[in-house]
């Protein structure tokens, strides 16, 4: 933050703040199958980021393992993501 002496309705008065990305991530789950959630359902998750910072999140990494209880098939990759392919 930078600030110069005036007062609030002086001309010469200046502030500026500047903060970085701030991140949020979100998961929802559905399955597929439709009714209970059974073993051997297909399931589909959705991962939201939302940037509520001022200026781009560069370098930003998301990971999301699977369950152990859960196994990841080929189909599912790869997939795009706004134009760029996500590999696991």
């Known amino acids: 933050m930078s ?10 008065r200046l502030t500026v703040t500047a903060t970085g990305p ?3 991530a979100t998961q929802t789950v559905s399955d597929l199958n439709g009714g209970s959630l059974n ?10 980021i939302t940037n ?8 930003a990494v998301v990971g999301d393992p699977v369950p152990l209880q859960e196994e990841a098939t ?3 990759y790869p997939k795009r993501l706004h134009g760029r392919t996500v590999h696991r």
């Open 3 to 12: 600030s110069r002496a005036g007062a609030a309705n002086d001309p010469t």
């Open 22 to 24: 701030v991140l949020a």
């Open 39 to 48: 073993p051997g359902d297909a399931l589909e998750y959705t991962i939201t």
């Open 52 to 59: 509520s910072g001022f200026g781009d999140a560069t370098s």
């Open 74 to 76: 080929e189909e599912m």
